[in-house]
């Protein structure tokens, strides 16, 4: 915040600028007025939100840089008859120009300056003071104490109260109810004992001991929400003691407030009067129905469309901490009708905003006449939101509509549907799984995958077979049979895991490392030991590449890693042909380095290799022995 | 509803009196233009005119009506028009801007033909907005010869530049403002009235914003020292309600509260006691016309504030309400109460209050780190406190901030007749508290010099 020292020195330093500057900024001041007249009249139009006004601020941020270029700050003088710069008037031909500058005329305001530094949320949140105090001024506000409430530091104001000659103090303004003390008396009086300042200055020693973080959290939960729950049940109080009657103002309030938070977007004050209000009603059931009409009034128009529609239009611009609030609130208006609010929940652009909105009435959502109603909307938008609605609403009963969505023409609406579908029982959906993993979308696959997974017995496991059979796997990329093999990885169902076990020996040398790479992740990879040794046993193992090499000799770990180690048994004896006495030499290196950098880790492999040293060729000795 | 201003005790109000000189003013300008100045309507008006004149001449010889390009000052006092009935305000700008007139200055002794004679002049011309200094000369060269009413013109691109507030004087005017209106506020609530809060936001904020950048530690000096003032203009509960503001803020402030946190609080502060009961404290606050957050918060606080506190000092619970702010209050407000010769209940030195303070911490009743941060801003000899020196056992007032026993810091060394004898630098080990000059009131005259050092500082 600018402060009085900074609002002097800044008019000091414009009232010194040389004069060859000021006709160019003249006509830089006065663009801007006549764009804050124009502006101001808008505001009495639209809403500050209004994309209006961000054209505005670009081209009154233009016209700010121009005069800022020139000078960091410029003021402008409110008087009776017009708007002055540098003493000159400006001369606006707007018969908006009166209106606009009353609000500084009647806010005591006699300049008005702009400093270098405006940023565009600074000028929206100035338009939004123009606009709130352009009409009204209330007795609770004004626009300089606006302007302070809305954070503006670049544009500020010297008003009335601001200036003026200072008055020498006088003594009437200490006279108080206590007589002054007689000097007599005053001197008479004997001081502590210096004594005692050992003992006092112990006690603040420990001052400021205590760190920040302690009071920063206890801040954090005694928060906004906390105050006026309290304030709330302050209120409660006091009207179940003294009745409605007298509380008359507090109800009213209590009321306006509700509505107003829910208006503005603070829907997290808003739910916690709601919520009170809703306790009020039920504590005084059986009161006089008119004293609490206002009440009642307050739960209908929280229903109408007019203020449905507000509530919608803040919530495009909702903050993140207010979504659930949100939530709570259209849960509340959807109960008794919900078509409307969920129609309002389909435009909503703000992502956010609308899943959290469709979770929260999914509870509201019973009637299976309406979910078939809006599946059949030819916007496919309606029909997938519908689907997202209906992830968080479990209904037998929807469960036609949902597989009926299966078959949608739009992608979107079919992935979503079978998101839904996910919800309900696997096997009562084997049917549609079965021809979904090899539906078109690849989403859909997955969740097939995930879905079949979940089904008792081994049902699933031919429909898998099927799908990663060599003929059906050319059409899925990489990309989708990593995610199918996580799936089936992730199930924990060893039964399954021969699957991605038999795509080590798959001809497309990425999918056998994607498989490789995936079956590493496991802990214990027994469940395909046997497709481990058989690679091991084939004849292009001799020809792999060093790291397919390395992640196949990693998956010897495990129950069954004396079964694979044996494997590799042979490898020890191996030798060349008389050409080529030292063709499996490179092997052998490989793979007993590799065990070798293990053998840390493993006492089987240890054993083994000291068995192997034992047992193996003059070769093997040699490359072990690290020769 | 009747004006307040014409309620029986107003009766010698000079405000009063300005406002009614404006109104009679108008309306014999009007009634003038209308009637003629033979007219028995225009006997009526000037021997009231004649009589607000006299109210003013009882005590000055020249009382004047004047225009600076925006406001009118009647008696070199700046006034407004408030109210409905006020609208004729908007005319008397627009008979000082046709005629650029910057106003008129009537001595005693002036006569009814002289008075005539002028109105007779300013009734003659047509009233518009843009100020031509022809319209002037044509006044002038109409008006009859005036010795007890002297005119004189106005320029619009002069007009309206007074000096600008320096920061001792910005804090000066908040303080004075928050202070001497609260006494009013309480017969508002009384009055089951609205209370213009603006005027209160505005001081608040302005004191957040100088508190922001208090580097000068004789603008922090003056703020303690008003906040230490016993009372102003009569009123103990105003000058109380004004140190709970500046303690509040400086403590918010110091935590790290948002500024709008520190509005709400500061506001609660000030609103805490406004009346004798919490409960009503609570329905008035909740009964203003923008109920906003800031408002819950201090129709909250003040239902929730001290009120007992037992022969030590101790705190008894329920004595806040849990949130953040109310628990800054308690200890804003306690420090207050036991400082101030007020309320019953015990009375402290201020350095025995910060003792008092951390005692009670200890206890549980405050929040130590808020308590903490008190002790810091205020230092262990807090501005106002009554000393000794031990090394010559001078009497002194402590004026800035001792931030331990061993630190330095400014004192007002006192004559025998508690007159200011110098501002002098003192080790806070060579001080010693006085206990018993608890809520010693020390006289105005010695106030005086205090706060004036500060303010001449600038």
Known sequence: ?627 | MEERRNLPEFENSPKKWRYNFTKSLFTFWKNVKMYGVENQRIDEEIAYFKKTLDFFFAEKDEFSILFDGIDVKVDKVRIRGQRQDDKYFDDIYDLFLSLCLSGFVFKKGVDDRQILGFFAVLAKYPVGREPKIQAYERVRADLPPLTHIEVFPYDPEESGNLPIYTVPQAIRRAHRKLAAEYPDYAKMVKAAENIPLRTVERSVQDLISIAQNLSDPGNYALLMLLAALPAYRGSVAGAAAAARTIFSILIALRLGLEPSEVKRTAIAAYFQYLSDDPDTGYTVLSRMDEFSYTRIEAALNASARLTDLSEVGLMMEGTACGTVPSEILKVAAYYDRVTRRWHDGPLLSRPEALRSMLKNAGAGAFRRDIVDTFVTIAGVYPCGSVLRTISSNELVVSCGRFKNFTAEGPVFVLNPDLSVQERRMVKAENLIDVPDAAGAVLPPATLIQMLEAFLKEQ
């Open chain 1, 1 to 627: 915040m600018l402060h009085i020292a900074k609002k002097r020195e800044l008019t000091e330093f414009f009232r010194s600028i040389p004069l060859e500057k000021k006709q160019q900024v003249y006509r830089g001041v006065r663009a801007v007025i006549a764009m804050l007249v124009k502006i101001s009249k808008m505001t009495e139009l639209y809403s500050i939100r209004d994309k209006i006004f961000t054209e505005f601020t670009e081209t009154l941020m233009q016209n700010l840089d121009v005069i800022h270029n020139n000078i960091p700050c410029v003021s402008v003088t409110t008087k009776k008859i017009g708007f002055y710069y540098q003493e000159r008037r400006i001369n606006l031909f707007d018969a908006g120009e009166r209106k606009f500058r009353n609000i500084f005329l009647v806010n005591e305001i006699r300049e008005l300056y702009f400093v270098k530094g405006i940023t565009p949320e600074e000028l929206l949140n100035f338009f939004s003071v123009i606009q709130e105090t352009i009409n009204y001024t209330l007795i609770d506000y004004d626009f300089n104490t606006r302007l302070w409430d809305r954070g503006v530091t670049h544009i500020g104001t010297l008003s009335d109260p601001d200036m003026g000659d200072p008055e020498p103090w006088s003594a009437e303004e200490f006279k108080g109810e206590s007589e002054p003390v007689a000097p007599a008396a005053l001197c008479a009086l004997t001081p502590r004992s210096f004594h005692d300042l050992a003992a006092i200055v112990k006690e603040f020693e420990t001052v400021g001991a205590i760190g920040r973080s302690e009071f920063d959290a206890w801040r954090r939960e005694r928060g906004k929400a906390f105050t006026i729950q309290r304030y709330l049940e302050k209120a409660r109080l006091l009207i179940l003691r003294d009745g409605i009657e007298a509380n008359r103002s507090i109800i009213g309030k209590m009321c306006e407030y509700a509505l107003t938070n829910l208006q503005e977007g603070d829907f997290i004050s808003g739910m916690v009067y709601l919520t009170n209000l809703q306790q009020l009603r039920r504590s005084m059931e059986g009161a006089d129905e008119a004293l609490l009409g206002s009440v009642a009034s307050v739960f209908e128009k929280i229903r109408s469309d007019q203020f449905i529609n507000k509530v919608f239009e803040v919530a495009a611009t909702i903050a993140p901490e207010h979504l659930p609030a949100f939530g709570e609130y259209l849960k509340i208006v959807s109960a008794e009708e919900l078509e409307p609010v969920f129609l309002k929940l389909v435009e909503l652009g703000q992502k956010e905003a609308r899943l959290h909105g469709l979770e929260a009435i999914a509870g509201n959502l019973t009637d299976d006449e309406l979910v078939k109603r809006l599946a059949t909307n030819p916007d496919w938008h309606v029909v997938r939101n519908l689907l997202y609605m209906l992830r968080f609403s479990y209904r037998p009963s929807f469960l036609p509509t949902v597989r009926e969505a299966m078959h949608h023409p739009t992608k979107q609406v079919r992935i979503e549907a079978a998101h839904v579908l996910s919800r309900y029982d696997a096997d009562e959906n084997v049917e549609f799984w079965h021809k979904a993993v090899l539906s078109p979308d690849e989403e859909v696959r997955v969740l097939a995958v995930e879905n079949l997974l979940r089904i008792k017995g081994l049902v699933a496991k031919q429909i898998l077979n099927e799908m990663f059979k060599p003929a059906q796997l050319v059409r899925f990329s990489t990309l989708d049979l990593e995610q199918y093999v996580g799936r089936i990885l992730a199930s924990k169902r060893e039964e399954f895991f021969d699957l991605p076990g038999n795509l080590i020996f798959s001809d497309n040398a990425q999918v056998r490392l994607m498989a490789l790479k995936s079956l590493n992740t496991i802990e214990d990879p027994s469940a395909i030991s046997s497709q481990v040794i058989r690679r091991i046993k084939s004849p292009e193992f001799e020809t792999i590449e060093q790291h397919e090499m390395e992640l196949l000799l990693a998956l010897l770990k495990g129950t069954q890693l004396p079964s694979m180690l044996d494997a590799l048994t042979p490898l020890l004896t191996m030798q060349g042909g008389l050409l080529n006495r030292k063709r499996y030499a490179p092997l052998k290196k490989r793979v007993f380095g590799f065990l070798r950098r293990r053998a840390a880790k493993s006492g089987t492999i240890t054993k083994w290799l000291e068995k192997a040293k034992k047992d193996g060729d003059a070769e093997t000795k040699e490359i072990l022995a690290g020769r």
